[in-house]
T-cell receptor, first 112, second 114 residues
């Protein structure tokens, strides 16, 4: 099973609205990362949040991490058409291996 | 843009033939990775390298081998391609381990095994 599970699987909102995506995971982590993937392209790193951090911001992006609930959320404020993409969370474990475990992603569509 | 080039970008091959995908990076990153992306599975790690000639298996390594003879190049070989290996393959690099470093991805290689 996937370590990271995004919710919802798909989300459509009007341009200008905020978009929130959630990620749940199962085991202890060192950090959690969010990536964006445009159709037919590679993944682009958005934010890395470490296990001892609770919130991080980058421009219009806000990521929260709740290790007690093993969950994270990605908030995109004032959405734009260019934000249309798939968003993935990925977790790095505490067990010293190099495995970054990805969820299956949230497909975000911004309606102009 | 981390200067990652994958080749070929698209390939159709026949079952049973060997296939090699190449990843070339210009960032002098120590770590390199091969992932595959399939619907319903997200990205899964095939193999990774933590230095020249230093490689290790990921979670879906069966049927794949890798080699890294130079810092900048990481090759993924399908010894005898099967239809289950039809997928999109992504190379990635990082300056250090995933526990503290950003991973940069290439644009992907679409492989179809018929």
């Amino acid at each position: 099973s996937q370590q990271g599970e995004e919710d919802p699987q798909a989300l459509s909102i009007q341009e200008g609205e905020n978009a929130t995506m959630n990620c749940s995971y199962k085991t202890s982590i060192n950090n959690l990362q969010w990536y964006r993937q445009n159709s037919g392209r590679g993944l682009v790193h958005l934010i890395l949040i470490r296990s001892n951090e609770r919130e991080k911001h980058s421009g219009r992006l806000r990521v929260t991490l709740d290790t007690s609930k093993k969950s994270s959320s990605l908030l995109i404020t004032a959405s734009r058409a260019a934000d249309t993409a798939s968003y993935f969370c990925a977790t790095a474990s505490n067990f010293g291996n190099e495995k970054l475990t990805f969820g299956t992603g949230t497909r975000l569509t911004i309606i102009p | 843009d981390a200067g990652i080039t994958q080749s070929p970008r698209h390939k159709v091959t026949e079952t049973g033939t060997p296939v090699t995908l190449r990843c070339h990076q210009t960032e002098n990153h120590r770590y390199m990775y091969w992932y595959r992306q399939d619907p319903g599975h997200g990205l899964r790690l095939i193999h990774y390298s933590y230095g020249v000639k230093d490689t290790d298996k990921g979670e879906v390594s069966d049927g794949y081998s890798v080699s890294r003879s130079k810092t900048e190049d990481f090759l993924l070989t399908l010894e005898s391609a099967t239809s289950s290996q039809t997928s999109v393959y992504f190379c990635a690099t990082s300056d250090g381990p995933v526990s503290g470093n950003t991973i940069y991805f290439g644009e992907g290689s679409w492989l179809t095994v018929v």
